[in-house]
């Protein structure tokens, strides 16, 4: 395990490892995500208050759940690069914030969706909400802090610490629907049982799209790593003949 | 281990636990104003000053509601916690998920008469999922208040 | 089809197909972002390095060329 992570960290086997997985991870993903949309668009049975409007919860709560599971990657890719000076660390720390970014977007969006009919209104100033907005400046601000900085060591250490520093925001949306009074609802205990709430009927394509949308943001992350390895990395030898293949490729094309 | 690793290691322990401190603070000195809504025990206890504007939730109780003829009208109900009910009297477009037995938050003051004048109303869905079918099954096994 | 009668209930999402279909819309958004922008990213560097490189050739082909000139008025 350790050994695997140590070799990850160097940008040569990173690049040759995600470019031969990622043709499983991409075939994986579709099929996930196409089984778990299709199956919690159309055949799970309309929920008993809300109608069918409860199906956007399906790509709601993977895309919150992955955006505060990309914070928790950010902040310790974070701590890799400020302990260890581990270059790879950085470059996938730069990758997560986009990713992030637009997967907190998306909770957002489909949640402003969601509460025009349920609750009757788009945005309230609850603890769930404002803690998952601020998260989103939290991502906004390390992109812009990053290229605020001419140099990469120096952006890539103020990043650093911008992301440990809001890492504490993260909790504080898992657990602000339980510590305070909130619009928002909390967590679905899921049940196996059918005649119970949250049944399987329902649970179980959202398990699915949820694996999905993870499998997709690994995809997102590699394909951000593998174009910063390829700048970062442009004077080592193996990176030569990777560019010299990929240009050969275009020249045939143009 | 290297200590000048070790020494950034300790760097990045103080950052992480220095904000969370921090935050933890703020948090707790805050702690009553990041609720978005007031219980009506807590109403009951006082907990809010006369006059003000401030939010309730609780859940509508069953058999409390009256409602006008059309839609936008007068709407009347009692909210409730289980332990507190307080008279909540509401002119406008209800949300879809507004109906008795399920939770709900009203922004307004408390008048002369002890009632609660709302103007604006959210329903405040639960966190269950449900086909028909399971309902069914549930009423089967009998409801309970629980908010 | 599954839980709806015809495909155009599908569509009408039982009154929410507003609600529904723009959540999904914006779904649809993130994921050909997150896909297309790194793609594009990509090219855009390898057009550049390409570019670099046949700045580089031109550059050496030239100072050839000037050595030959040179070369042959002194022959």
């Not at chain 2, 909540?88 to 008048?111: C, H, K, M, N, W």
């Given at each position: 395990?350790?050994?695997?992570?140590?070799?990850?960290?160097?940008?040569?086997?990173?690049?040759?490892?995600?470019?031969?997985?990622?043709?499983?991870?991409?075939?994986?993903?579709?099929?996930?995500?196409?089984?778990?949309?299709?199956?919690?668009?159309?055949?799970?049975?309309?929920?008993?208050?809300?109608?069918?409007?409860?199906?956007?919860?399906?790509?709601?709560?993977?895309?919150?759940?992955?955006?505060?599971?990309?914070?928790?990657?950010?902040?310790?890719?974070?701590?890799?690069?400020?302990?260890?000076?581990?270059?790879?660390?950085?470059?996938?720390?730069?990758?997560?914030?986009?990713?992030?970014?637009?997967?907190?977007?998306?909770?957002?969006?489909?949640?402003?969706?969601?509460?025009?009919?349920?609750?009757?209104?788009?945005?309230?100033?609850?603890?769930?909400?404002?803690?998952?907005?601020?998260?989103?400046?939290?991502?906004?601000?390390?992109?812009?802090?990053?290229?605020?900085?001419?140099?990469?060591?120096?952006?890539?250490?103020?990043?650093?610490?911008?992301?440990?520093?809001?890492?504490?925001?993260?909790?504080?949306?898992?657990?602000?629907?339980?510590?305070?009074?909130?619009?928002?609802?909390?967590?679905?205990?899921?049940?196996?049982?059918?005649?119970?709430?949250?049944?399987?009927?329902?649970?179980?394509?959202?398990?699915?799209?949820?694996?999905?949308?993870?499998?997709?943001?690994?995809?997102?992350?590699?394909?951000?790593?593998?174009?910063?390895?390829?700048?970062?990395?442009?004077?080592?030898?193996?990176?030569?003949?990777?560019?010299?293949?990929?240009?050969?490729?275009?020249?045939?094309?143009? | 281990?290297?200590?000048?690793?070790?020494?950034?290691?300790?760097?990045?322990?103080?950052?992480?636990?220095?904000?969370?401190?921090?935050?933890?603070?703020?948090?707790?000195?805050?702690?009553?104003?990041?609720?978005?809504?007031?219980?009506?025990?807590?109403?009951?206890?006082?907990?809010?000053?006369?006059?003000?504007?401030?939010?309730?939730?609780?859940?509508?109780?069953?058999?409390?509601?009256?409602?006008?003829?059309?839609?936008?009208?007068?709407?009347?109900?009692?909210?409730?916690?289980?332990?507190?009910?307080?008279?909540?009297?509401?002119?406008?477009?209800?949300?879809?998920?507004?109906?008795?037995?399920?939770?709900?938050?009203?922004?307004?003051?408390?008048?002369?008469?002890?009632?609660?004048?709302?103007?604006?109303?959210?329903?405040?869905?639960?966190?269950?999922?449900?086909?028909?079918?399971?309902?069914?099954?549930?009423?089967?096994?009998?409801?309970?208040?629980?908010? | 089809?599954?839980?709806?009668?015809?495909?155009?209930?599908?569509?009408?999402?039982?009154?929410?197909?507003?609600?529904?279909?723009?959540?999904y819309a914006f779904f649809v958004l993130v994921l050909v972002f997150n896909i297309l922008q790194p793609v594009l990213s990509r090219k855009k560097y390898l057009k550049q390095q390409l570019r670099r490189e046949q700045v580089q050739q031109e550059r050496v082909q030239a100072q050839q060329n000037r050595k030959e000139m040179t070369n042959g008025s002194a022959t």
């Amino acid at each position: 395990m350790w050994q695997w992570l140590y070799k990850l960290s160097s940008p040569k086997w990173f690049y040759t490892i995600s470019g031969q997985l990622m043709p499983w991870l991409v075939a994986l993903t579709t099929f996930l995500l196409g089984i778990g949309l299709i199956w919690g668009l159309a055949f799970t049975p309309p929920d008993y208050q809300m109608g069918e409007n409860y199906r956007i919860a399906y790509i709601h709560v993977p895309a919150a759940s992955i955006a505060m599971g990309c914070y928790y990657m950010m902040a310790i890719m974070a701590a890799a690069f400020l302990i260890w000076r581990i270059k790879m660390a950085d470059m996938v720390a730069k990758a997560c914030a986009p990713v992030g970014m637009t997967f907190t977007a998306l909770a957002l969006f489909t949640g402003s969706v969601w509460g025009i009919p349920t609750w009757g209104t788009w945005w309230i100033w609850d603890a769930r909400l404002t803690s998952t907005l601020i998260m989103m400046f939290l991502f906004i601000g390390v992109m812009a802090l990053r290229s605020a900085y001419d140099s990469e060591t120096a952006g890539g250490k103020a990043c650093a610490v911008l992301s440990l520093v809001g890492v504490v925001n993260v909790p504080i949306i898992k657990y602000s629907v339980e510590w305070w009074n909130t619009l928002h609802q909390g967590a679905s205990s899921l049940s196996l049982s059918n005649t119970a709430a949250n049944p399987p009927e329902i649970w179980v394509p959202a398990i699915f799209v949820g694996f999905g949308l993870f499998g997709f943001y690994l995809i997102a992350i590699i394909l951000r790593t593998r174009n910063e390895i390829l700048i970062r990395e442009r004077k080592a030898d193996w990176v030569g003949e990777v560019l010299g293949a990929a240009l050969a490729i275009n020249k045939g094309k143009a | 281990m290297a200590a000048p690793r070790k020494q950034r290691m300790a760097i990045v322990g103080f950052i992480v636990a220095g904000s969370a401190i921090a935050i933890g603070l703020v948090l707790f000195a805050l702690n009553e104003g990041i609720n978005f809504f007031y219980t009506p025990t807590e109403v009951a206890q006082g907990a809010v000053p006369d006059g003000q504007n401030f939010r309730i939730g609780g859940m509508v109780k069953t058999g409390s509601l009256r409602t006008g003829e059309l839609e936008g009208t007068l709407v009347e109900f009692l909210a409730t916690d289980c332990a507190q009910d307080i008279p909540v009297s509401f002119t406008g477009v209800l949300p879809d998920l507004f109906r008795e037995g399920q939770g709900v938050v009203a922004d307004g003051y408390i008048d002369s008469n002890g009632i609660f004048q709302a103007s604006q109303i959210l329903a405040k869905h639960d966190e269950n999922y449900m086909s028909a079918e399971s309902v069914a099954a549930m009423e089967a096994s009998g409801a309970s208040c629980d908010p | 089809m599954g839980s709806f009668d015809s495909f155009s209930d599908f569509l009408s999402m039982g009154g929410y197909a507003a609600y529904v279909w723009s959540a999904y819309a914006f779904f649809v958004l993130v994921l050909v972002f997150n896909i297309l922008q790194p793609v594009l990213s990509r090219k855009k560097y390898l057009k550049q390095q390409l570019r670099r490189e046949q700045v580089q050739q031109e550059r050496v082909q030239a100072q050839q060329n000037r050595k030959e000139m040179t070369n042959g008025s002194a022959t």
